[in-house]
């Protein structure tokens, strides 16, 4: 008597379908994963309302489920963190004691890539710069401005030598400025005219800058600090004070009337120097003539009050009289008669025996 599944007899390959079915069905994925994750992607667009509401429901019925999540994502940040910062670390402490095989795998490496493909490359190296220099703009700009404050000479030099090999070009951009902002130009030399003889009329040199060499520069400053910087003992401060011939009671105090008066002509003279110098200050002069003008056109609102409150007296003086004014009777009409008697002669009195 034979014990087999007659199943079994019947398809000697059934125990291997579903591993053939899966396999099938892994193929069918690595084959049409574009179309399979375009249409995820299109699904998910036109039910993400649905979407939202299963979850937002999900949520409310199982808040401790939730809470589980919050905690588990919150931990694998922390945990991402922690080891973004030990790779951080280690790629340091690696850096620094291979600095000059690093220097050269890059070296290396740059040379390579430029050997490969050098127009895609310098396009690759140009969009990284820029993205670079765009998020560190400020703090690259404060380097070089702090470069230059304490050695000029070398831009200065740089520029010396750019504008001996590009001479012709920049004299026709100057040209081109010149011709597109003449009146500028003009209007800032007239500027730079007058401020001189200004100068010269108030009994000051002619401004003049000079640059000072580094070490000079760091020499005063050093100077300055140190001067500015020490305590000075009372008794050199009164030793400084007899030797000079003052006292506390020699000093007079300057009078408030003369503190104000400087004051004044302080302020007087920043703002004519101000308006000398800024242009724009007439232009705003003129916004300022043209909003009080139109201003004083349009009427106020207490002026339009007023001229609707003597409107309405006017309605009611104009009622009152004709109520209580004495009309004469109308006249009545010439009956072209000569021989009649005039009309006057004999008054329009409906009143009396005359009726």
């Known amino acids: 008597m034979s014990l087999q599944n007659p199943d079994v007899e019947a398809d000697p390959g059934r125990e291997e379908r579903p591993q053939r079915e899966r396999e099938a069905r892994r193929r069918y994925r690595e084959t049409h994963a574009d179309h ?17 509401e299963y979850r937002a429901a999900y949520d409310a019925e199982h808040p401790d489920v939730k809470r589980a999540e919050a905690r ?50 310098r396009a690759a190296r140009a969009v990284i710069q820029r993205r670079w220099y765009e998020k560190h703009r400020d703090e690259r700009n404060a380097k070089l401005r702090a470069e230059h404050r304490e050695n000029p000479e070398l831009k200065r ?42 100068r010269l009329h108030a009994g000051l040199p002619p401004r003049r800058l000079h640059t000072t060499p580094v070490a000079e520069r760091r020499a005063n400053t050093a100077a300055a600090d140190a001067f500015f910087a020490q305590q000075w003992p009372a008794e050199e401060v009164a030793a400084l004070r007899r030797r000079r011939g003052l006292s506390l009671e020699a000093v ?10 400087f004051e004044r002509d302080s302020q007087r003279a920043r703002i004519e120097h101000t308006l000398a110098t800024d242009f724009s200050y007439a232009d705003r002069a003129r916004t300022a003539e043209a909003r009080r003008y139109l201003a004083a056109q349009q009427p106020r609102g207490w002026q339009i009050r007023a001229a609707a ?9 104009k009622q009152i009289n004709n109520r209580l004014r004495h009309r004469e009777p109308p006249r009545r009409p010439h009956h072209l008669d000569p021989a009649a008697p005039h009309p006057m002669l004999s008054p329009n009195n409906p009143m009396g025996m005359n009726r």
């Open 36 to 52: 399979m994750r375009e249409y995820k992607r299109a699904w998910r667009e036109r039910n993400a309302a649905h979407i939202w």
């Open 72 to 121: 588990r994502y919150a931990e694998k940040k922390r945990q991402e963190r922690r080891r973004k910062q030990s790779r951080q670390v280690s790629s340091k402490k690696y850096y620094e004691a291979n600095k000059a095989k690093h220097h050269e795998y890059t070296r290396q490496w740059r040379l390579r890539k430029l050997a490969e493909d050098p127009e895609g490359y």
């Open 157 to 198: 030099a740089a520029a010396r030598a750019y504008y001996a090999a590009h001479a012709e070009e920049q004299k026709a951009k100057r040209r081109a400025y010149y011709a597109a902002n003449r009146e500028k130009v003009l209007a800032a030399n007239r500027a730079w005219k007058d401020r001189e003889t200004r």
């Open 252 to 261: 007079e105090p300057v009078p408030a009337e003369v503190v104000a008066r």
């Open 309 to 317: 409150e003597e409107a309405r007296m006017d309605a009611i003086g």
